[in-house]
């Protein structure tokens, strides 16, 4: 006759494991209501509503508005004089030839090539400001996706804590039934009991961690913070066929920082080229007309220039200020440049990693584990071997199958980088 305690663990390891398959179809996250949460949805609405967005198309459309400012050349001066009587007020004063009404007028004229060197440095500022507007859509785009794939890491998380907590009320469950007919230590139970806790705090963890990804996704799309999230969809393994090569080019062809970086030297340049220009004097060209009492109206005509006397202390110092901002220009290119590979390359390989290490949960470790735990049930419902090597089983299955989960979000995540990087469609 069968034991009431072999009897217990037939029935538990039927349970356990065929409870799991039930427990996902009643799993409350994966309930049509309410509605998954679509990544195209969220990344289209920050990209409509996000603030730091909208922000950098105003700054452009500023810029912009600076590049005929630039061109433009100083504005005209009128100047209105009278020399003669004050009582009655503004009367010439007969028989002097001191006494008159005067109307001036002046404009000064930049030397050749100034106003078009001002021009274009205003165009390359205006250039290098729209890049911000990419940068900030790329970027958004990937703080959204790599938070939409926390969530479903963490989602999946709760989920397999869920599930794992049947599982294990019913390991320690036959655990009181094996200590209440003295084939376990009571040392059993409470381990048990102590795994229960764990996952209840790991579970509490998760949830406060959701509400914190709630708080961001929503932050990005501009809308209040407590605004509640609904589970998201199921996500799926994208695949990579670029090599890092091809990567690293389609950055440097197309990345937005190095790109301003780029049109920044260009306007340094530029700014070397009016420095210089800056040498040669500017000229005004004036027109006066006088009235007399008496007397004939005169007209006059006059010429100025500018003479760059401190050209040692001022000219000359503002080119050399100009050469250093340039160097300066280039070496931050350099850099960028530099830090862009780097970014590629760190982004590839956590990629290339997190695939492996899928394919290591999937192929391997998973079942491997699974038919570890199912062994050790067996051994433990003969005796074979303790509540503690069971535990320990139960344990790892748990854990990798968080990591599966886990890995899947972060090779998503760092695919939603490199897009970021590259401007690349890869997350799929």
Same mark, same amino acid.
Do not use: C, H
């Given at each position: #006759?069968?034991? $009431?305690?072999?009897? !217990?663990?037939?029935?538990?390891?039927?349970? &356990?494991?065929?409870?799991?398959?039930?427990?996902?179809?009643?799993?409350? $996250?994966?309930?049509?209501?309410?509605?998954? *949460?679509?990544?195209?949805?969220? /990344?289209?609405?920050?990209?409509?509503?996000?603030?730091?967005?909208?922000? !950098?198309?105003?700054?452009?459309?500023?810029?912009?508005?600076?590049?005929?400012?630039?061109? &433009?050349?100083?504005?005209?001066? /009128?100047? +209105?004089?009278?020399?003669?009587?004050? +009582?009655?007020?503004?009367?010439? #004063?007969?028989?002097?030839?001191?006494?008159?009404?005067?109307?001036?007028?002046?404009?000064?004229?930049?030397?050749?090539?100034?106003?078009?060197?001002?021009?274009?440095?205003? !165009?390359?500022?205006? =250039?290098?400001?729209?890049?911000?507007? @990419? @940068?900030?859509?790329?970027?958004?785009? !990937?703080?959204? $996706?790599?938070?939409?794939?926390?969530?479903?890491?963490?989602?999946?998380?709760?989920?397999?804590?869920? +599930?794992?907590?049947? *599982?294990?009320?019913?390991?320690?469950? /036959?655990? =009181?039934?094996?200590?209440? *007919?003295?084939? &376990? &230590?009571?040392?059993? *139970?409470?381990?048990?009991?102590? =795994?229960l806790s764990r996952l209840t705090e790991r579970q509490t963890m998760l949830e406060q961690t959701r509400q914190t990804l709630e708080a961001q996704l929503n932050s990005l799309r501009d809308l209040p913070v407590d605004s509640p999230v609904g589970p998201v969809e199921e996500i799926r393994q994208s695949a990579l066929p670029q090599t890092m090569e091809e990567l690293q080019s389609a950055a440097v062809a197309s990345f937005p920082v190095l790109k301003r970086r780029q049109l920044t030297t260009e306007r340094e340049q530029l700014a070397v080229n009016l420095a210089r220009r800056e040498v040669r004097p500017d000229f005004s060209v004036g027109y006066t007309y006088m009235q007399r009492d008496g007397m004939p109206d005169m007209y006059g005509i006059t010429f100025s220039t500018s003479l760059p006397i401190f050209r040692r202390s001022k000219q000359d110092q503002a080119i050399r200020e100009a050469a250093y901002s340039l160097e300066a220009s280039r070496r931050g290119e350099a850099n960028q440049l530099t830090l862009l590979r780097y970014r590629v390359k760190q982004d590839f390989l956590e990629a290339q990693a997190a695939a492996r290490l899928l394919g290591l949960y999937g192929q391997a470790l998973v079942p491997q584990s699974k038919l570890a735990l199912e062994s050790s049930l067996a051994s433990y419902e003969t005796g074979a071997i303790d509540f503690q090597a069971v535990l320990g089983n139960f344990t790892t299955v748990f854990e990798y199958e968080l990591n599966v989960h886990q890995q899947l979000a972060t090779h998503e995540k760092a695919l939603a980088r490199l897009e970021e990087l590259t401007g690349l469609e890869l997350v799929r």
């Open positions: #006759m069968i034991s $009431k305690t072999r009897l !217990a663990l037939f029935l538990f390891a039927i349970l &356990a494991w065929g409870g799991r398959t039930s427990a996902r179809a009643e799993d409350p $996250k994966t309930d049509p209501s309410p509605p998954p *949460v679509r990544l195209a949805d969220v /990344v289209r609405e920050a990209l409509d509503r996000n603030p730091e967005i909208q922000e !950098a198309r105003r700054n452009v459309d500023a810029r912009r508005a600076r590049i005929p400012q630039a061109k &433009a050349w100083p504005d005209p001066t /009128v100047t +209105l004089g009278y020399g003669g009587n004050l +009582l009655p007020p503004y009367t010439l #004063m007969r028989g002097d030839p001191s006494s008159q009404r005067q109307f001036m007028a002046e404009q000064t004229i930049p030397y050749p090539g100034k106003t078009r060197l001002r021009g274009q440095i205003a !165009a390359r500022e205006a =250039e290098a400001e729209a890049t911000t507007i @990419e @940068e900030a859509s790329r970027r958004i785009t !990937a703080e959204v $996706k790599q938070t939409y794939f926390d969530l479903y890491s963490t989602d999946r998380a709760l989920a397999t804590i869920l +599930l794992d907590r049947q *599982v294990l009320q019913k390991l320690a469950k /036959v655990a =009181e039934i094996r200590y209440s *007919v003295g084939k &376990a &230590a009571q040392q059993d *139970v409470i381990q048990a009991q102590l =795994e």
